[in-house]
């Protein structure tokens, strides 16, 4: 009987053990980001593929920029991500490194009844006065100069906006400051604003339902959030005075225009970058990775994650209408990793400065 009991005691460990160790490896085989929504429609398609063939689970909360920062300073996630580039010195505070992952665009969403996508037309001007509530009506004279010939009803413009810390918020901030002198000095450009008017949601997706139920209403979100729920998009003049119509093709064409020449140009702004057909409102989001790895292996794991992103992703982004990296962005972030993200012996976790190649 003892012996019995023994046995079945041993058989119990031997399981809590194996059960211990399955767990361990679970634990082992996945990552934890969190961030910007503005991203999370490529990141979540680029995690359900990468699983299939690597096995590795990368789980991604999209919780805003703001929120995002914090977790990768505290340790609690093993990436973060923000659209706002953090500057030099954030970045040695935290103790991060950052690299942009996908290029997107922020657009202004519209609900007027009998106005599609591309019929209206809107300068960055008029999107700050619209937003500083100087422009209160659709059928405002700044608003019909533009449209000649559209049918714009007398009715009240209600205006939605982030409510949290966003990257988006920053994104669509920077270009209304660079297009409007007095939102420039009464607002400026932040993941968090001080709204002169308007009504608060949370999230991309909370600004897209909110405009989607809202008559006669007009928000901000990232591209891919608009055609989800099926929002009426704008044109929005550019820095080459071209009206142009949101999508891959202008958000790639302002990632083209910029200059990625070394690492420095790995946090440059993509606002109201040159050329007829950019987009004014393209943005890139940015991963955010500690650069003393305490865990080399889930350091090397998130590079693995999006090495493999950049080399096989790219199809994957471009249907979900965000741009991929160019290739010579590519590029310098292998080298970037290599001398950048160390052990705490100061060892390189990624030997392989070379392999970034499409």
């Known amino acids: 009987m003892n012996h019995c009991k023994r046995l079945l005691r041993g058989l119990a460990l031997a399981a809590a053990l194996a059960a211990a160790a399955f767990a361990a490896a679970a634990a082992d085989d996945s990552l934890h980001g969190a961030g910007a929504t503005f991203p999370a429609p490529v990141y979540a398609r680029w995690a359900a593929i990468y699983k299939l063939g690597s096995g590795v689970d990368v789980r991604y909360d999209a919780i805003g920029s703001g929120t995002g920062i914090e977790r990768i300073e505290r340790g609690q996630v093993d990436f973060g991500a923000s659209d706002v580039p953090l500057a030099p010195a954030e970045l040695r505070r935290i103790g991060v490194t950052q690299f942009p992952a996908v290029v997107g665009g922020v657009v ?126 704008v044109l929005v003049r550019n820095r080459d005075g071209a009206y142009v119509a949101p999508g891959h093709a202008s958000f790639a064409a302002a990632a083209a225009a910029a200059r990625w020449h070394d690492a420095s140009d790995l946090q440059q702004s993509l606002i109201d970058s040159a050329g007829a057909a950019s987009w004014p409102i393209t943005g ?72 970034l190649h499409p």
């Open 108 to 233: 202004p969403v519209i609900n007027i009844g009998g106005v599609g996508s591309g019929r209206l037309r809107l300068t960055g001007q008029v999107l700050g006065d619209i937003y500083l509530g100087k422009i209160k009506k659709w059928d405002h004279p700044a608003i019909a100069e533009l449209n000649p010939g559209l049918n714009l009803p007398g009715t009240n413009i209600t205006v939605v906006h982030r409510s949290d810390s966003s990257g988006t918020s920053f994104l669509w901030s920077s270009f209304l400051s660079r297009s409007n002198p007095e939102w420039k000095t009464r607002v400026g450009a932040a993941m968090r604003l001080d709204w002169p008017i308007g009504v608060a949601d949370v999230g991309n997706e909370g600004v897209a339902s909110s405009v989607q139920r809202t008559k006669t209403s007009i928000g901000y979100v990232e591209y891919a959030y608009a055609k989800r729920h099926h929002l009426a998009t």
């Open 284 to 355: 890139a989001s940015f991963i955010l990775l500690r650069t003393t790895a305490d865990q080399p292996p889930r350091s090397l794991a998130v590079m693995k994650f999006f090495d493999w992103a950049f080399r096989r992703g790219k199809r994957d982004a471009v249907e979900l209408d965000f741009a991929a990296l160019p290739d010579s962005a590519i590029e310098i972030i292998g080298r970037a990793w290599t001398e950048q993200v160390r052990r705490a012996d100061g060892g390189v976790v990624w030997p392989a400065a070379d392999s």
